[in-house]
């Protein structure tokens, strides 16, 4: 029963609570227009004024007809959805994630909705490209609104408010935005325009068999024309619509004999708005059968899900699990379920986005931050209106509006890529998955061919289920891994730039052989920093403490934390000498190095530089998949659920990078992104190899590496574990504070870390400041607070840093400080 309900008479004053889109800690109470009662409730949007003279899209979170005691609440100014965008579930998802991450509910809000679905006094209109529209239909005010961004370009909601001299505006934007005539965004990158195609149909006077009969014969004289009818009336037996692609490939003709034909008014063109989000003409099949083990395991999944909500499957590279996922996907489909399926980075894992097309086609909906506001908001609709089925997304897809979840999967479970680290809310999408899941009752599948350290820990305390699958699908084998010690190799002088002989022998003998290489190095440009040989001096970024990144394809220094770029330095500053070298080596210098060494290689580079734009990332795989590169040089990219058929070596040019790296789970990330990395290696029908050059080539974690010992791995970081205080038995917040001032930055921290102290004790760590102590001109000190997981609430914890962080805003010597908390800082 909603809220609604409960109240007898449509006279009586109805309150709302709404959750504004901003950072406060409550949520605003406002009143409702009795003309209004019937068309408020829990889930729609309502414009109101917040402050002197911004006006809102808040989303109602209750109805009542408790009036606030503290303030006099405002109307709203109008109701703009006929039907909730946001159901109850979902708000208790936002809810939760307030509570268990430390933010607002307005920040949340502000994560979860596409900005489509966002309004404010600030938000930006542009007209869409209406040629098609007729604007005569337009009111006076609509046509006035048209005219004007016609001369501006762009408006603020603002700006249309004193343009037609009434606050509410909404309802004529929505109309505007519904209909096709505007963009309605928070920041415009992609001009909104209904994606259009072509279909062909048959003229009505051939459905006659007699007219067509004749037709055929007098086209007997055009014998491509006659293949290309021929084409489309086989089309049309298996098709719903044809293309004129689709006529030109199945007869093998030109687009000017299909021209021809529509000439002659023997086929009609009908243009469609459709959707952008793809799957229209996906043929579904689903011809597959698992081998043994894996039918093993997709059983002992379905027995242990009448016991768990959560079960780990932990399956070695290429052992099949996306065929497990396909054939559960179906399984819940049946019983009249939704699923969710979750992948790190949705831009990197587009091979099992078409293979899951290929079995649940239009039913199948992408959601994932290259899509614009408007591809956004419309996957937000069919998820709200039960056109799919199944969803694929990256971490903020757990937001979607979704009806009746039977099940999520979170793929690559282990990724540091499910956490969100600004802005608020700080979630993890697999923690936050499985509470999602919990509010559904529904189940959770987590995969991975190397565990987080957590997700293991909690399977073998029978708190989750644990399926494992050890052996690659089809009797694949494990790459062969080799290790070359990078110092000997120098002594030896079989080191030729960063490649051994060892790895450049292996990479010719692949090519040789027609085979395919992966090599990689966790480093993106050409040279991580540029130095003075003679002073010393290293260019820094002007904003960050940071050296400055070179990159050759933009032939500038670039900062990787705030974006700022520079032209290359050829005199040193400091001591005005011109001895500038470049120090240490990125994917673009190991391209270019490698072009050098074997000239006649077709080398290909995967990295964030590389694959920019929607679809970069999709076109590098494809053209690498189509063996136009026998060489991908990339990050660790290329170590995420890709799928290459032709890949029998992989090279690892320097792995102390990683090993060596400042953070509690360096040897867990190691030794997965190498196991990962390794697996792209043989994994059809050709033996794989990996080559890993280091300094240190007695680590353990390169000897687990090798062993493919997971769980050795495992068994070894959590009594390391254990004895220094960290995850999995201990649970961590980090509070960074943040000032313009070092000094402030530095005594702030202080002053909130004593206030921590007084009811915390030796749980409060700090301050220090971090690896990167200042980004974007702000200095930053970090708290950290190591919280046992047995016999203490956390929530009283929370409670207590909530006071603390309270008292220590309310003294006036630290305002200005901002505070940014993150639980869990995975």
């Known amino acids: 029963m909603s809220d609604t309900t409960l109240f007898s008479t449509d006279r009586e004053t109805l309150f709302v609570e709404v959750i504004l889109p901003l950072h406060i800690a409550k949520t605003y109470t406002y009143r409702v227009p009795v003309e209004w009662n019937k068309d408020v409730s829990i889930g729609k949007r309502v414009i109101v004024q917040f402050g002197r003279n911004k ?39 936002w809810e939760w994630m307030a509570s268990y991450y430390m933010c607002y509910l307005g920040e949340v809000l502000q994560a979860a909705l596409p900005a489509a679905l966002k309004m404010a006094s600030e938000t930006k209109i542009v007209a869409a490209d209406t040629a098609e529209l007729d604007r005569s239909l337009l009111s006076d005010k609509g046509y006035l609104v048209m005219e004007a961004l016609d001369l501006a370009g762009e408006l603020t909601v603002n700006d249309i408010i004193k343009l037609l001299g009434q606050k509410t505006v909404f309802p004529l934007l929505k109309s505007l935005f519904d209909h096709g005539y505007i963009l309605i965004s928070e920041e415009i990158k992609d001009r909104f325009k209904p994606k259009r195609k072509s279909f062909l149909r048959l003229a009505t006077a051939f459905a006659d068999p007699e007219n067509m009969r004749v037709l055929m014969d007098a086209l007997n004289r055009a014998p491509k024309q006659q293949d290309a009818l021929l084409a489309f009336l086989q089309l049309r037996k298996s098709k719903a619509e044809v293309t004129r692609q689709d006529i030109m ?12 034909l529509i000439e002659k008014e023997i086929f009609d063109v009908e ?86 097309k290929m079995h649940f086609g239009d039913k199948l909906g992408v959601y994932h931050s290259k899509f614009n506001d408007n591809e956004r908001a419309e996957v937000w609709h069919k998820v709200l209106s039960g056109e799919y089925h199944v969803v694929i997304g990256a971490r903020s897809a757990v937001f979607l509006p979704f009806k009746n979840l039977g099940l999520i999967i979170v793929d690559e479970e282990h990724e540091s890529s499910y956490k969100q680290y600004e802005p608020a809310p700080r979630y993890h999408a697999r923690d936050t998955a499985i509470y999602l899941a919990h509010l559904h009752h529904g189940k959770v599948l987590l995969g991975s061919a190397t565990p987080s350290i957590e997700s293991y820990f909690n399977a073998k305390a029978n708190k989750y289920g644990l399926v494992e699958l050890k052996e690659r699908f089809g009797d694949a084998k494990l790459p062969d891994i080799h290790v070359v010690n990078i110092a000997e190799e120098g002594r ?29 190095q966790n480093r993106r440009g050409h040279t991580p920093f540029v130095q003075c040989s003679t002073c010393g001096w290293v260019a820094k970024c002007i904003n960050c403490d940071v050296s400055l990144t070179y990159h050759k394809s933009t032939n500038h220094l670039h900062c990787h934390y705030c974006g700022h770029n520079e032209p290359p330095i050829q005199v040193c500053p400091a001591c005005g000498m011109p001895h500038i070298e470049s120090k240490g080596f990125g994917t673009e210098r190991v391209e270019e190095e490698l072009e050098l060494l074997i000239p006649q290689a077709r080398i290909g580079r995967l990295d964030l530089d590389a694959a920019k734009g929607k679809y970069g990332f999709d076109k590098i795989i494809t053209a690498f998949d189509d063996q136009e590169f026998d060489i991908l040089i990339g990050t660790q990219m290329v170590a995420k659920g890709l799928d290459f058929g032709h890949v029998s070596l992989i090279g690892i040019i320097n792995a102390d990078a990683m090993i060596n790296f400042p953070d509690f789970r360096a040897y867990e990330r190691a030794f997965s992104l190498f196991s990962q990395v390794a697996g792209r290696a043989g994994r059809r029908e050709k033996d794989g190899r990996v080559v890993i050059q280091t300094y240190s080539p007695n680590h353990r974690v390169l000897e687990q590496v090798i062993l493919h010992d997971y769980e050795r791995m495992f068994l070894t970081e959590v009594k390391e574990r254990k004895n220094y ?41 700090g301050p220090e400041p971090p690896l990167v102590s200042r980004v974007r001109n702000y200095f930053i000190q970090t708290i950290t607070l190591k919280v046992e997981r047995n016999n203490v609430s956390i929530a009283k914890v929370k409670e207590l840093i909530q006071q603390a962080i309270l008292q220590f805003e309310m003294d006036k010597s630290n305002k200005g400080i901002r505070i940014a908390i993150d639980v869990d800082p995975y």
């Open 55 to 93: 006006i809102y899209a808040a989303v109602v979170h209750r109805v009542s007809k408790e009036a606030p005691l503290t303030y006099e609440a405002k109307y709203i100014l109008h109701v703009i959805d006929d039907e909730p965008v946001v159901d109850s579930s979902q708000l208790a998802l």
């Open 249 to 260: 490939e199945a007869a093998g003709v030109s687009a000017g004999i299909v021209k021809s």
């Open 271 to 356: 243009e469609k708005v459709v959707s952008r989000l793809g799957g229209e003409d996906v043929e579904i099949t689903t011809t597959f059968v698992f081998n043994e083990k894996q039918q093993q395991a997709f059983d002992e999944i379905n027995t242990l899900f009448q016991q768990k909500d959560v079960v780990l499957l932990h399956g070695v590279t290429a052992s099949g699990k996306t065929q497990i996922y396909i054939r559960l996907i179906e399984q819940v489909i049946e019983s009249g379920k939704n699923v969710l399926y979750l992948l790190p980075e949705i831009a990197l894992t587009s091979q099992i986005t078409d293979r899951l």
């Open 492 to 520: 030896k002088e079989q080191m030729f730039s960063y490649f051994s002989g060892v790895l450049l022998q292996a990479i010719s003998e692949a090519l040789e052989r027609k085979e395919q290489v992966i090599l990689f």
């Open 725 to 765: 205080q960290y995850p999995p038995f201990y649970r961590l917040i980090k509070i960074d504070l943040r000032d313009a001032d070092m000094q402030r930055a530095h005594d702030g921290a202080q002053r909130l870390a004593h206030l921590l102290r007084g009811n915390l004790g030796s749980r409060v760590l």
